[in-house]
């Protein structure tokens, strides 16, 4: 996990990032229709994989906390170029409508685990020993506004 561009230090802070970057990625996917979303924009993903992507990170970050959460033991550590290509394969061939509830849900559920945490559980980085000092916060940042900021240039650049 990379560190946050900026420290939260509360749920208001955390949830405002969170809240600005998914309106920059609104704003970004709100320009292209359908058939740009088909479009390649990377070698074989289209601006659609890439919004699958972002939905496949939102749902592991709420799985994984709730698994700290319950005490059971987390997914395995996956390198994360081979977590990419196991989730585009996953996803390529599901529908437009479909990657664009699926990632709305994820997204969703990233807020609602937020809302439902403790402030210890989002801010203490010694609550989750997994997590190797960082607060839970730091995740939901990298895999929610941060994660859409670095995806907005491959989603807004002219098809390959």
């Known amino acids: 996990m990379s560190t946050p561009t900026s420290p939260i230090g509360d749920r208001a802070g955390l949830r405002a990032a969170i809240e600005a970057g998914r309106e920059r990625l609104e704003a970004a996917v709100a320009r292209l229709d359908d058939a740009a979303m088909a479009d390649r924009v990377d070698g074989g993903w289209t601006r659609k994989d890439v919004l699958a992507h972002l939905e496949m990170w939102e749902r592991r970050v709420v799985d994984l906390f709730e698994r700290l ?92």
Do not use: K
């Open 69 to 160: 959460r319950t005490g059971a033991s987390p997914a395995e550590r996956v390198e994360t170029d081979i977590l990419n290509a196991r989730f585009h394969a996953a996803n390529r061939d599901r529908s437009l409508p479909d990657v664009r509830a699926g990632e709305r849900d994820a997204y969703l559920r990233m807020l609602a685990a937020i809302d439902g945490a403790s402030d210890e559980e989002l801010f203490a980085g010694d609550h989750f020993a997994w997590t190797e000092g960082d607060p839970f916060a730091d995740w939901f940042r990298v895999n929610g506004d941060e994660h859409f900021d670095e995806h907005l240039e491959q989603l807004t650049r002219p098809a390959r």
